[in-house]
């Protein structure tokens, strides 16, 4: 019996852990433009023109959804921001959490004013 309890601790430990922590999305993302770039009759990977506070930009997903992502506004938060000789060059990955609580990483590929 102790076991069994100690068992479904753990797992209910990992699910908690496993659930995206919403207060950890703080960046408003609104996708106004979405586009699956294809490669031998699937998707290679989504394009999305956004706005990140207040400036246009363009992403590219990580992952191969085969799909569009529905247009609107999102939650993100900053994963990755790594700055090349000074603070002019970056390499930012954001992620994005989505309505049914997945979450999907997206590459800053451009900026526009």
Same mark, same amino acid.
């Given at each position: 019996?102790?076991?069994?309890?100690?068992?479904?601790? /753990?797992?209910?430990?990992?699910?908690?852990?496993?659930?995206?922590?919403?207060?950890?999305?703080?960046?408003?993302?609104?996708?106004?433009?979405?586009?699956?770039?294809?490669?031998?009759?699937?998707?290679?990977?989504?394009?999305?023109?956004?706005?990140?506070?207040?400036?246009?930009?363009?992403?590219?997903?990580?992952?191969?959804?085969?799909?569009?992502?529905?247009?609107?506004?999102?939650?993100?938060?900053?994963?990755?921001?790594?700055?090349?000789?000074?603070?002019?060059?970056?390499?930012?990955?954001?992620?994005?959490?989505?309505?049914?609580?997945?979450?999907?990483? /997206?590459?800053?590929?451009?900026? /526009?004013?």
């Amino acid at each position: 019996m102790k076991y069994r309890v100690t068992a479904a601790l /753990f797992l209910l430990t990992a699910l908690i852990w496993a659930v995206p922590n919403d207060n950890a999305f703080n960046i408003n993302i609104h996708v106004s433009a979405t586009q699956m770039v294809r490669y031998d009759n699937s998707a290679y990977y989504q394009k999305l023109t956004v706005t990140i506070e207040g400036k246009k930009c363009e992403l590219q997903s990580i992952d191969r959804p085969n799909a569009l992502l529905t247009l609107g506004d999102y939650k993100a938060k900053l994963v990755k921001d790594q700055h090349g000789a000074g603070e002019y060059d970056s390499w930012r990955i954001y992620e994005l959490l989505l309505p049914d609580k997945k979450t999907r990483k /997206f590459l800053l590929l451009g900026q /526009f004013e």
